[in-house]
């Protein structure tokens, strides 16, 4: 790109000298330089490309990709035959293992470690297990996971290995990430870019550099017999609403960052692959749907799927929450926080969508959470959110 930017510049350069100075060189450049108007027509020309490759570089290069193959690339006819795909987004409280306490430092405003690891309980762990085979998806979008070990492990213990596992370490100084499961049986391939290095400006942050928390990956989906996408899904995990900073009290400045970058790398992402269907899931620690800070995803357009299911439950219905909140000595606050958003114009492939509930040991659903104590008893502070969108129509756009 450095190459590119400084080839464009130089040639502007050399065009404008010949051009004011046209009286002297005009019988050496004539074939080339006929006129003043051709001068000017060549340097709107090489300045709309760079107008163009300055716009396209808002969103850096990926920066780290992992790659996993199909294990039965062969079944993708059967697999092009089938009628939905599922997909599920799922912030396991951490997966395996409680990290621990984190403190800004009072100085560096730096997060230290303020009380020890220790190790989930196999319940819980169970229990976000369980949830996740009820689900069956075939993508899970994970959020607080540990690391690669943790994910490797939880995929094949405590899911008998049906699904395969694909991380990448974010910005989180906690060590929690964004992790992908894609389910054994399916035979596409997964390239897994990382945009934790987007950067962030603020005289209210000064030590944060990098706009995303945690990170922003996209997994994009190909054929084993094709290279153009079939699909994207980006993973989400929110900046926290704990802030220290007065200036920021509840980090809104920082979603609101957040909100506008995610933007600008979709839309870099439609505009190297026109057609294919994008979509965004996670833990988005705000209500999309009403807080100021994700005003830059309403604004482009982006549909929340339960939106877009037959019987669709209004904003704010119980059928919706996915996170609740209980304050020392407050009332409790029930949220969607997690949300799978799709971006326009593809809202129509969404077949179903809902939100998962943990049940008792009889199989009845358990109740929302009206303490702490209630929620303590769940495998995680939040609930999973899954869809099932129309296969058939995601592949005959490509």
């Known amino acids: ?73 062969q079944n993708y006819d059967t697999f092009s035959k089938e009628k939905k795909l599922t997909l599920t987004t799922y912030n396991v409280l951490n997966l395996k293992q409680m990290v621990g306490r984190f403190e800004p430092d ?11 690891e220790k190790e989930k309980s196999q319940d819980q762990i169970e229990g976000v297990a369980q949830a996740i085979r009820e689900l069956n998806p075939d993508i899970l979008v ?97 900046k926290s609403k704990r802030s220290e900073n007065k200036q920021d009290p509840e980090s809104r400045e920082i979603r609101t960052a957040q909100a506008e970058r995610m933007v600008e790398i979709i839309q ?26 994700y005003e830059a995803l309403r604004s482009f357009k982006l549909k929340d799927v339960l939106d877009l299911t037959p019987g669709a439950l209004p904003i704010g219905d119980p059928g919706r929450v996915t996170h609740t909140f209980h304050p020392n000595g407050g009332s409790t606050k029930a949220s969607q926080l997690d949300s799978i958003l799709i971006a326009p114009p593809h809202d129509n492939i969404v077949l179903k969508a809902g939100v998962y509930r943990y049940k008792n040991p009889d199989g009845s659903l358990k109740p929302i959470p009206k303490t702490y ?26």
């Open 142 to 238: 994970l959020q607080e996971v540990e690391g690669e070990a943790s994910l490797g492990n939880f995929a094949e213990h405590d899911l008998q290995g049906q699904w395969r596992p694909l991380i990448i370490s974010g910005n989180d100084s906690r060590g929690i990430h964004i992790g992908v499961l894609v389910k054994k049986t399916i035979p596409l391939r997964f390239e897994y870019e990382s945009h934790r290095d987007e950067p962030f400006s603020s005289e209210n942050h000064p030590s944060l550099k990098k706009v995303f928390s945690r990170d922003f990956p996209v997994l994009i989906a190909k054929s084993p017999k094709g290279s153009e996408p079939l699909f994207l899904l980006a993973g989400v995990h929110g």
């Open 106 to 116: 009072i100085n560096t405003g730096v997060r230290v470690k303020t009380k020890p």
């Open 1 to 73: 790109m450095t190459s590119f930017r400084f080839l464009v510049l130089s040639l502007i350069l050399f065009i404008s000298l010949r051009c004011s100075h046209s009286d002297v060189a005009g019988n050496r450049y004539l074939n080339n330089l006929k006129s003043q108007e051709n001068c000017s027509r060549q340097l709107s020309q090489l300045s709309d490309r760079k107008a163009k490759e300055l716009k396209e570089s808002r969103v850096l290069p990926p920066a780290e990709v992992k790659t996993l193959e199909p294990l039965s690339p």
């Open 373 to 398: 104590a209630e929620r303590e008893q769940n495998p995680s502070d939040h609930y999973p959110v899954s869809a099932e969108l129309d296969l058939q129509k995601i592949l005959s756009r490509n």
């Open 268 to 293: 870099d992402y439609q505009q190297k692959y026109p057609g294919a269907p994008f979509l965004i899931m996670g833990d988005f620690n705000a209500e999309v749907h009403s807080e100021p800070e």
